[in-house]
């Protein structure tokens, strides 16, 4: 009876086992089966199995200067990264598309640290700290976000951060493009834009392109919210020395104002922007473009005036080896007197009677009398009545027969460019300063023209990628500048 027991233990314990991996397989295959349906329905759950998946790439530049630069007042020598530009773009379904750029220009470090403690024996009951730490000139900047819909091939619904399409330099900023190592003063050190390139708008509106007979044509249009004038408002306590007669303190109130793209979290002013360009091809290697910006560019409280801004831009292919595009600007900052005197009021009336008001006059009491100044400044060279100029750019492609057995030589792109770019910016009623007495605003004007040429040679090794050499002439009516430009732009 023990024996026949234990056998029917053992054979149901060997049943159940059976039974077990039977469970275990049939698991295995459901889990597999349960996989397969996963994988096979339309749905999918990552970016990357979308049609058409993502693509990243990036592009950048960095250069060597030397010599005398005017603009800046500046004798240089130096490296300067010029910036680091990672993309994405994506094709979710056939008509539907988007892309980002996020600049990181003149980038080495940014770092933030906090503390919020308490620490009685070094005399503070709650200490609130926040300290930064950066490289010089950093600067992070979202260059272009947007998504599009193609209704038609000429109808494209586009909504986001976009590029105004004020001429040509604006849309096509790649620095791997350009074989110069710097932009043209036109657009960035001395912009006739109404914002320096790149510069960025948050809007929608629609491009497309089509056919004329047997040309092609193409349109770009979107409503933004447009440059505004920006200031910040920097106050200074400075208590007096003992040796001051008579003896005081100074409260100093400084505000910077300049133009800035339009404000990507709520806009300073109600009314919007309106920016295009139209282009038209009559033949592959062969562009004109006309294009234009009106908008307010004064914030709610400040009078209306509007910014209106043109350009005019083209390209043109001679021959296989020899091309040249350029582009000319115009742009009018309406009624400044009026906006900059008004700003002036503001700060006088409002800003700086808010510091004494209140608690703040007894946080800022001091013995003796306290002087107020009242300073208001404006970035260099950029508010002005009328300012116009451009650029052109002459290129001649070639490769030396002799040189393609060489290390130089890796395929058909591989090319030599000789350049050639003259350029000219005319400032007419620049405000070169700002005194406010009573209220009041005293501009100081002046009108300023200048001339800058430059030639050099670059090796393409590819189409995307480009080492230059260049020297850079720049002459105004009261000094001249020299420089030497080494430098390497990429695109990936």
Not at 201 to 213: H, I, Q, R, V
Not at 214 to 229: F, K, M, Q, W
Not at 256 to 272: A, Q
Request: glycine share 8%; proline share 4%; net charge neutral.
């Amino acid at each position: 009876m023990k024996n026949h027991f234990n056998s029917k233990s053992t054979m149901k314990k060997g049943n159940s086992d059976s039974h077990r991996c039977q469970n275990k397989k049939r698991a295995k295959i459901a889990l597999l089966i349960g996989v397969a349906l996963l994988l096979s329905t339309p749905t999918h759950l990552f970016a990357y199995e979308r049609q058409g998946g993502i693509s990243v790439g990036a592009y950048g530049s960095t250069r060597l200067e030397i010599g005398k630069d005017i603009i800046s007042g500046k004798d240089k020598l130096t490296f300067t990264l010029r910036r680091i530009v990672p993309t994405f773009s994506a094709t979710i379904k056939e008509r539907l598309r988007f892309y980002t750029e996020l600049e990181f220009e003149r980038f080495g470090l940014l770092e933030l640290q906090e503390d919020f403690s308490q620490n009685p024996e070094k005399g503070y009951s709650i200490l609130h700290k926040t300290e930064i730490e950066g490289s010089r000139g950093s600067e992070i900047k979202l260059e272009q976000m947007w998504g599009e819909f193609e209704i038609a091939r000429p109808l494209r619904f586009r909504v986001g951060a976009v590029l105004p399409p004020v001429g040509r330099f604006n849309i096509l900023h790649d620095d791997d493009i350009w074989e110069p190592a710097r932009r043209p003063l036109s657009v960035r050190d001395l912009t006739v834009l109404p914002e320096k390139t790149a510069w960025t708008e948050l809007g929608l509106g629609f491009t497309g392109n089509f056919d004329l007979a047997d040309y092609l044509a193409g349109y770009e249009l979107y409503l933004v919210n447009g440059v505004s004038l920006e200031h910040d408002l920097e106050v200074y306590l400075i208590r007096h020395n003992l040796s001051d007669e008579p003896a005081h303190n100074m409260l100093k109130v400084e505000s910077v104002v300049k133009p800035r793209f339009g404000n990507f979290s709520e806009d300073l002013k109600r009314e919007k922007a309106i920016v295009g360009r139209f282009f038209f091809s009559p033949a592959l290697g062969h562009e004109i473009g006309i294009s234009g910006y009106a908008g307010r560019y004064t914030p709610s409280f400040l009078p209306n005036a509007v910014l209106w801004s043109s350009a005019l831009d083209f390209k043109t292919q001679i021959s296989q080896n020899f091309e040249i595009e350029g582009e000319y600007a115009f742009t009018q900052f309406s009624q400044l007197g009026r906006v900059v005197d008004s700003l002036a009021h503001k700060i006088y009336h409002k800003e700086t009677e808010a510091l004494f008001s209140g608690n703040v006059t007894g946080a800022l009491s001091t013995e003796g009398n306290t002087e107020v100044e009242l300073e208001m400044t404006l970035s260099k060279n950029v508010l002005a009545d009328f300012k116009h100029g451009g650029w052109l750019l002459f290129r001649f492609k070639f490769f030396p027969s002799f040189l393609k057995n060489s290390p130089l030589y890796l395929d058909e792109s591989s090319k030599f460019v000789l350049f050639l770019r003259p350029e000219i910016v005319s400032l007419q009623n620049v405000i070169a300063g700002v005194e406010i007495e009573d209220g009041k605003a005293e501009l100081k004007k002046d009108s300023k023209t200048v001339f800058r040429l430059t030639p050099g040679i670059a090796y393409r090794p590819t189409e995307t990628w480009v080492f230059s050499i260049s020297y850079e002439l720049t002459a105004t009516r009261k000094d001249l500048g020299n420089m030497v430009l080494f430098g390497f732009a990429f695109g990936l």
